[in-house]
């Protein structure tokens, strides 16, 4: 199995999933730097490598997380995100987020610091 580039942090918040100008209303259950998994009230229908449109909403006082992901695992009502492009607003609001969120503070800057290298190796690729 493949160890995760980033460590996920249980989190539970409502989001917004668009998928092909389908909007569908869910749940993010852990969240990493680089990632989501969101649960849905009902079955969706998408494939791996869809393109979504995510919007995070932490707290009633918090500004939205916007990110554009891409489907990397699902099943029925679960899927699992990889991000794939975020404003650096977005970008400053998740990782003080993950920051929170963590219990393993000390590594926090070195997961920061690998996410700049990963947004960027993502467009490199691409």
Do not use: W
């Amino acid at each position: 199995m493949q160890q995760r580039l980033f460590r996920r942090v249980l989190f539970t918040a409502k989001s917004v999933a668009t998928v092909d100008d389908v909007i569908f209303k869910g749940q993010i259950e852990n969240i990493s730097l680089n990632g989501a998994l969101i649960s849905f009230e009902k079955d969706i229908s998408v494939n791996r490598g869809d393109k979504c449109f995510l919007t995070i909403y932490p707290e009633s006082d918090s500004k939205p997380i916007r990110i554009i992901a891409e489907v990397v695992r699902f099943l029925r009502n679960m899927v699992g995100i990889k991000f794939v492009a975020i404003d650096a607003e977005s970008k400053s609001c998740l990782c003080e987020l993950v920051k929170r969120l963590t219990t393993e503070h000390e590594n926090m800057n070195a997961e920061i610091d690998k996410l700049k290298k990963y947004f960027d190796n993502y467009f490199y690729a691409t």
